[in-house]
């Protein structure tokens, strides 16, 4: 039922958000040339993906994670999507493929060997990694491996319907700040 309503609300996000896609990208043009950010994931059963995202930094900024870039990598535009999180819109589309779910452990980098080590203890990577999900609308990122993990196996565990809509609309609502960035 939760790939059902991933493939709806992917679809119908896409069609509408379209316009917005249009203009992010734009406005991204004259922020850093460069407006889309491609970035290799790990996703199910530790499979690679291509993440795609609008870009938030600088085109030069080191591909780690978001805890250890500098806040001075991110661009004007870039602070204005994060705070909204527009930035993420884009997922829709590794939601539609497959790649992705709507609600999931946020996909690490595989550089990320702690975090890694940490969510296969748990048994993370059986599920499609999300675009949103308890993690991320209680603050908790990839900064803290272990306790990521176990709030990463704790969610698939408890994942209902209920929980599916109540992390959609938390994080629609802007609870939680997102990754955090290192001053």
Known sequence: MI????????????????PIFIVIYIIGLFDTGSPVFMQERVGRNKKPFTLIKFRTMSVDTKSVASHLASSASITNLGGFLRKTKIDELPQLWNVLKGEMSLVGPRPGLFNQEDLTTARDAHGVYSVRPGITGEGQVNDIDMSTPELLA???????????LKNYFKFILQTVTGKGSGDRIKG
Do not use: H, S, T
């Not at 059902?4 to 379209?18: E, M, Y």
């Open 150 to 160: 176990e709030v990463d196996a704790k969610m698939i565990r408890e994942l209902n």
């Open 3 to 18: 790939r059902l309503l991933d493939i709806i609300f992917a679809f119908f996000g896409l069609i509408f958000a379209f």
